[in-house]
């Protein structure tokens, strides 16, 4: 993926857009990526491909006892680290690769795997903090 502006922050969801234990499709630089939010408010991204067949995560579904997203096509479960999880094991290695997302506030922000070069802006949550979405 060729990124537009490397180290530049993207904001790329709110909080309120993701629900809880159920999978969002964000688009950046036009990679596809999967955003899930656990019940206890944790939030995971990885890119929207499963290793195996190419099937988009971000139709699948949550395995809440698990905290895992399952493909839709074979229901191969990954967690928020990119990790296989089969018969009630983890795979050490990551097979699907990760988004790293920055939180703050109820805004989720990302460098798009980019060495950062500029700060998050703080405009956006000053002007959230007397907002509801």
């Known amino acids: 993926m060729i990124s537009i502006l490397p ?3 993207w904001l790329i969801a709110h909080r309120s ?3 809880v234990n159920r999978p969002n499709k964000v688009t950046l630089n036009g990679q596809d990526y999967v955003l899930w939010q656990n019940n206890r408010g944790e939030i995971f991204a990885l890119e929207n491909i499963c ?18 997203i399952t493909c ?6 990954f967690d928020g680290e990119g990790k296989l999880h089969r018969e009630g094991k983890q795979d050490p ?11 703050i ?7 798009g795997n980019c060495e ?3 700060p998050i802006p703080d405009a956006i949550a ?5 907002m509801t979405l």
């Open 7 to 9: 180290g530049a922050p």
């Open 17 to 19: 857009m993701l629900g």
């Open 51 to 68: 290793p195996h067949m190419q099937a988009p995560l971000s139709n699948g579904w949550i395995c809440r006892e698990r905290n895992t």
């Open 72 to 77: 839709p096509f074979h229901a191969l479960e």
């Open 93 to 103: 290695q990551p097979l699907a690769r990760t988004l790293k997302i920055t939180t």
């Open 105 to 111: 506030g109820e805004c989720i922000w990302t460098y």
């Open 116 to 118: 950062p070069r500029l």
């Open 126 to 130: 000053k002007l959230l903090q007397n």
